[in-house]
């Protein structure tokens, strides 16, 4: 079986797996620790998203692209540099947690050791990220799936084990939940360890080629700077949107209770059920990374363009049908979380958001295999910034209100992913079709 379509196969039944995994630990915690406490659990969660990213500083990103792009004889010099980066990210992570962290009053609420399981996250994510960087590189897709898997599994094994042997009171009973996050990234990070000495002692019985420290520093940034920023302003956007919303609501005429629930019907299940088919985008883009860096490197823009249009093929024969399900059974998709709600006129209005979206994920592995992570970054910095324009203006119409924001939203999707196509057809000498431009030539 084409390498392409073996490991996206692999990932995405890793991925499903996984995504049911995330379900039934999401049902453990809200058994055990009430409305109160899971929504306090789930109100930290993008503050250890964010300690996450700055602490992986995206070198799973970096690392896989570069091992993808370079000969095995030069991977020894890559490896060394990489994990000398780590602990120059891993002490400036922690630095800065030592001092922000306690002072940190989202923090408050929650019992006062949570803020060491953060800081305890720290290193173990950092390292986890150039060894999962270099296996996502070397394509060797099983240890991923295996991690992915293991991490949730383990997650969910010490959940239901230790809520069933013990008794704890809220703020410590966040903090278990809490704990057993940490818990399954380092035992992810033990297999990965284990997994990455092994690989490196076999790379030191082959002829090695020694490059440069500060070559190699300056590759693995060119990429993790960038893509570190494009997800920090994805996080950030993530936060401020619930705001703009329930604003714009307000402006036109909503009480701020009913603004509330009406962005917790959009969010909680429109954006539940829409994303969840997006495990396979998600899939693509790990593979796609270090197949497209690969090609990139060699000058093998006829197989760029092929893959390019497997993936596309592939996203429009999973997405299409995805999508039609969610316009004509929107209803009884969402009855089954709140009955008769106006989510069901969401998830129908929103069909070209989630649509446009699970094109541009892949586009994004295409954007970073060739080098143009800055462009993607302002891709969705504009696309974003004309997002949030329409959804104010017009969400704070009182003829159009959480209509308006869904226009919006859509409209945001779709120019994200058109700016991603076109720079990519640019870029590869393609037509809007994805056939060779007559402009073109390759060797």
Same mark, same amino acid.
């Given at each position: 079986?084409?390498?392409?379509?073996?490991?996206?196969?692999?990932? $995405?039944?890793?991925? /499903?797996?996984?995504? $049911? /995994?995330?379900?039934?630990?999401?049902?453990?915690?809200?058994?055990?620790?009430?409305?109160?406490?899971?929504?306090?659990?789930?109100?930290?969660?993008?503050?250890?998203?964010?300690?996450?990213?700055?602490?992986?500083?995206?070198?799973?990103?970096?690392?896989?692209?570069?091992?993808?792009?370079?000969?095995?004889?030069?991977?020894?010099?890559?490896?060394?540099?990489?994990?000398?980066?780590?602990?120059?990210?891993?002490?400036?992570?922690?630095?800065?947690?030592?001092?922000?962290?306690?002072?940190?009053?989202?923090?408050?609420?929650?019992?006062?050791?949570?803020?060491?399981? /953060?800081?305890?996250? %720290?290193?173990?994510?950092?390292?986890?990220?150039?060894?999962?960087?270099?296996?996502?590189?070397?394509?060797?897709?099983?240890?991923?799936?295996?991690?992915?898997? /293991?991490?949730?599994?383990? =997650?969910?094994?010490?959940?239901?084990?230790?809520?069933?042997?013990?008794?704890?009171?809220s703020q410590t009973a966040i903090f278990v939940a809490l704990g057993t996050?940490?818990?399954?990234?380092?035992?992810?990070?033990?297999?990965?360890?284990?997994?990455?000495?092994?690989?490196? *002692?076999?790379?030191?019985?082959?002829?090695?080629?020694?490059? =440069?420290?500060?070559?190699?520093?300056?590759?693995?940034?060119?990429?993790?700077?960038?893509?570190?920023?494009?997800?920090?302003? *994805?996080?950030?956007?993530?936060?401020?949107?619930?705001?703009?919303?329930?604003?714009?609501?307000?402006?036109?005429?909503?009480?701020?209770?009913?603004?509330?629930?009406?962005?917790?019907?959009?969010?909680?299940?429109?954006?539940?059920?829409?994303?969840?088919?997006?495990?396979?985008?998600?899939?693509?883009?790990?593979?796609?990374?270090? &197949?497209? $860096?690969?090609?990139?490197?060699?000058?093998?823009?006829?197989?760029?363009?092929?893959?390019?249009?497997?993936?596309?093929?592939?996203?429009?024969?999973?997405? &299409?049908?995805?999508?039609?399900?969610?316009?004509?059974?929107?209803?009884?998709?969402?009855?089954?979380?709140?009955? @008769?709600?106006?989510?069901?006129?969401?998830?129908?209005?929103?069909?070209?958001?989630?649509?446009?979206?699970?094109?541009?994920?892949?586009?994004?592995?295409?954007?970073?295999?060739?080098?143009?992570?800055?462009?993607?970054?302002? @891709?969705? %910095?504009?696309?974003?910034?004309?997002?949030?324009?329409?959804?104010?203006?017009?969400?704070?119409?009182?003829?159009?209100?959480?209509?308006?924001?869904?226009?919006?939203?859509?409209?945001?999707?779709?120019?994200?992913t058109l700016m991603h196509y076109v720079t990519i057809t640019e870029k590869?000498?393609?037509? &809007?079709?994805?056939?060779?431009?007559?402009?073109?030539?390759?060797?």
């Open positions: 079986m084409n390498p392409f379509f073996r490991g996206a196969l692999l990932l $995405s039944g890793a991925a /499903l797996a996984g995504e $049911s /995994l995330e379900f039934l630990i999401n049902v453990v915690l809200a058994n055990e620790l009430g409305e109160h406490n899971f929504g306090l659990y789930m109100a930290i969660l993008p503050t250890l998203v964010f300690v996450v990213v700055l602490s992986s500083l995206e070198m799973q990103v970096s690392v896989s692209k570069m091992v993808a792009e370079r000969p095995v004889n030069q991977h020894i010099s890559l490896l060394k540099a990489a994990l000398r980066l780590a602990i120059i990210v891993a002490l400036t992570c922690l630095t800065a947690a030592f001092i922000v962290l306690p002072n940190l009053s989202v923090l408050d609420p929650y019992h006062p050791m949570v803020k060491w399981l /953060l800081i305890l996250l %720290v290193p173990v994510v950092t390292f986890s990220s150039v060894a999962r960087g270099y296996f996502v590189g070397a394509q060797h897709t099983k240890k991923i799936a295996v991690i992915n898997l /293991l991490k949730r599994g383990a =997650q969910l094994l010490f959940l239901y084990g230790i809520f069933q042997l013990f008794q704890f009171q996050v940490v818990l399954s990234e380092i035992l992810v990070l033990f297999y990965m360890g284990t997994a990455f000495i092994l690989q490196i *002692h076999r790379l030191r019985r082959e002829p090695k080629e020694e490059i =440069q420290a500060k070559e190699m520093y300056r590759s693995i940034l060119s990429v993790s700077l960038p893509t570190t920023g494009l997800r920090v302003f *994805h996080a950030i956007t993530f936060a401020i949107k619930p705001f703009l919303i329930t604003t714009a609501l307000s402006k036109a005429g909503l009480l701020e209770s009913m603004a509330l629930i009406q962005y917790g019907k959009l969010a909680g299940v429109a954006f539940t059920i829409g994303f969840f088919p997006a495990f396979i985008a998600h899939s693509l883009l790990t593979v796609m990374v270090p &197949l497209v $860096s690969s090609g990139y490197a060699k000058g093998d823009f006829p197989s760029l363009a092929k893959l390019l249009r497997q993936a596309m093929g592939i996203t429009l024969a999973y997405s &299409l049908p995805v999508v039609m399900t969610f316009y004509f059974l929107a209803e009884p998709m969402t009855d089954l979380f709140f009955e @008769h709600s106006p989510a069901s006129g969401y998830l129908t209005l929103l069909v070209p958001y989630f649509l446009f979206h699970y094109f541009a994920i892949p586009m994004q592995a295409y954007l970073i295999g060739i080098g143009l992570v800055r462009e993607a970054f302002m @891709h969705s %910095v504009w696309s974003t910034g004309v997002s949030f324009l329409l959804m104010f203006t017009l969400g704070s119409l009182p003829s159009l209100q959480m209509h308006g924001i869904i226009i919006g939203m859509n409209v945001g999707a779709v120019l994200l590869l000498g393609l037509t &809007l079709i994805l056939t060779q431009s007559r402009k073109q030539r390759w060797s």
